[in-house]
């Protein structure tokens, strides 16, 4: 797809910033076309270069912008699209903004509220000492306000997601009966799906929009963008568009969601998306709404309540009602001092590998691979297998955070940072979670199938070629006893820990070393 046409500068007396990940076609904005309002898109080195994104990422985003401009300009707004070969798309976004400002002659600007921490600074200071009526607008998206988490947490030390959970159900009436309770009589019904696929089972082939892109990677190419993974240049695959978004929202409530809860953590090698709903990418740019994803669900399940059980569907609106909201309402109570916590003090660099796959580590091997190869990984695959690791290893949570940030299609930091650093690094001590996410390889072999074909022993603890996991569980915890021994959640590992003779104890601690000091190599 090519860049949209720019529209000339006719006079304008508003001119209105649009981001890539704000393209609600639904908005307020879209409802009337004013010929005294112009947009304007840019994609922008900024944009591309403040972390090393996957090349499937990069191109998604321009394919859906491009789509989204073109979409309103049809509909007779006024947009200015500055593609990635323009020259202006070198410069600071905000310097190619107050261009089209002054060239227009527009007297107010407007934007949408920013949906990260450094862009919405970024636009609040830079604009401040602009000639010009500067007003923010909210993006009309989530359904909670940025503050909504502090408020219902306030005076509380830790916060519980279950608790906010419960909160939202109420507050937007879903998936309760007559009497405001919880539809099956459980508010959460997540310790019902972890079910492993049973042996054989292949689950059905993603949902794929074939498109030739070899035209943008030109442009990607020749603007010098520098990205990471792989792609089918001729055959790219996912939906970056809202009438694309919907048809995969309608095979996921039709065809997939009958099994998602209960396999929604089972790891697989036979396929790289399960019965998940690869919607993560076209809700957080904005292409649907959560409102009508969730009552998409739900609907179904009301129409016709054989078709998925209550814990299938509740086990997928929790991630969107609950989750989704909850990281949204833990950054922005915790931005800028979140992206800095550390709470293990952990300093060590990411191995290499995690950028290309080539371990022996078969579980790790093949989530990698699979990120690269299609910029996505499950949420198991991303918090028990890459996290896991890298929380064990001690590895520095901003090198965690860069990597998270750059290879994963719907990784934008508010929903990034406290799902890694937060949830699956602990660097923030337990605002997010109760207790560190680490497992030997025992839970990882319950699973899924990956020790099976692994280099590795996985019953093997301090032998030469046990698994790494194992020594590193016990490594992790005895180097961080202090910070841990008084969490209810873990006391059973430092009691079994103090059953064990000093020799073996030693003999952990001495292979968790030799793990570490050769991380590169395992």
């Known amino acids: 797809m090519h860049a949209p046409s720019s529209s000339p500068h006719a006079p304008a007396r508003t001119l209105r910033l649009l981001l890539g990940d704000q393209l609600n076609a639904q908005h307020s ?11 304007v898109m840019v994609e922008c080195r900024q944009e591309t270069d403040y972390a090393q994104h996957h090349v499937q990422k990069v191109l998604s985003f321009f394919l859906a912008m491009r789509h989204f401009a073109q979409e309103r300009q049809r509909e007779g707004h006024r947009v200015v699209y500055v593609s990635i070969v323009h020259p ?9 903004v107050h261009h089209h400002l002054k060239a227009c002659g527009a007297q107010a600007f407007a934007y949408q509220s920013p949906d990260e921490w450094r862009l919405d600074e970024l636009i609040r200071t830079q604009t401040a000492d602009w000639a010009v009526e500067v007003t923010e607008v909210d993006t009309e998206h989530f359904l909670t306000q940025r503050g909504d988490l502090a408020q219902h947490f306030e005076g509380k030390k830790q916060y519980l997601m279950e608790s906010f959970y419960r909160m939202m159900r109420k507050r937007h009436d879903v998936l309760l ?12 019904y997540d310790a019902n799906n972890r079910k492993k696929l049973p042996k054989g089972h292949v689950p059905p082939a993603p949902k794929l929009w074939e498109k030739d892109v070899t035209a943008l990677r030109d442009e990607l190419d020749a603007a010098g ?19 694309e978004g919907l048809e995969l929202l309608s095979l996921f409530v039709e065809e997939l969601l009958p099994r998602f809860g209960d396999f929604q953590d089972a790891l697989t090698e036979d396929s790289w998306t399960v019965y998940h709903s690869r919607l993560s990418f076209v809700m957080n740019v904005k292409l649907l709404h959560p409102r009508e994803v969730i009552g998409a669900v739900e609907q ?4 016709d309540p054989g078709h998925a059980s209550v814990e299938q569907v509740e086990g997928f609106i929790r991630q969107i009602l609950g989750w989704r909201e909850y990281m949204r309402g833990v950054y922005w109570a915790h931005m800028p001092s979140y992206a800095s916590m550390n709470f293990f003090g952990h300093e060590r660099k990411l191995p290499g590998w995690y950028w290309t796959g080539k371990t022996g580590m078969r579980c790790l091997q093949h989530a990698i691979g699979q990120t690269l190869d299609h910029a996505y990984a499950h949420h198991i ?3 028990m297998l890459t996290g896991n690791f890298a929380l064990l290893a001690g590895i520095d949570p901003a090198e965690v955070d860069a990597w998270y940030l750059g290879v994963y299609i719907d990784a934008i930091e508010w929903v990034e940072m406290p799902n ?13 979670g109760t207790k560190p996410y680490v497992s030997s390889a025992n839970y990882i072999h319950k699973m899924g199938p990956h020790c099976g074909a692994c280099r590795y022993d996985r019953k093997g603890k301090t032998e030469p070629d046990a698994c790494p996991f194992n020594s590193l569980y016990w490594h992790f915890h005895a180097t961080n006893r202090s910070l841990l021994e008084r969490n209810p959640r873990i006391g059973m590992v430092y009691r ?27």
């Open 177 to 188: 009966d007559a009497g405001g309770q919880p539809e099956g009589g459980k508010w959460n």
């Open 88 to 96: 202006d798309a070198q410069r600071p976004m905000l310097e190619v």
């Open 300 to 303: 179904k399940w009301r129409e």
């Open 29 to 39: 904005w879209w409802k009337d076309v004013d010929e005294d309002v112009l947009t």
């Open 496 to 522: 079994t820990w103090d059953k064990m003779t000093p020799e073996k104890q030693q003999a952990l601690l001495d292979r968790g070393d030799h793990v570490l000091d050769n991380l590169e190599t395992l």
């Open 381 to 383: 695959q991303r918090l």
């Open 420 to 432: 890694a650093r937060g949830m699956s690094q602990f660097a923030d001590g337990g605002i997010v």
């Open 225 to 243: 963008v520098k990205t990471v993974g792989r792609t089918s240049w001729t055959a790219f695959g996912w939906p970056v568009s809202r009438s």
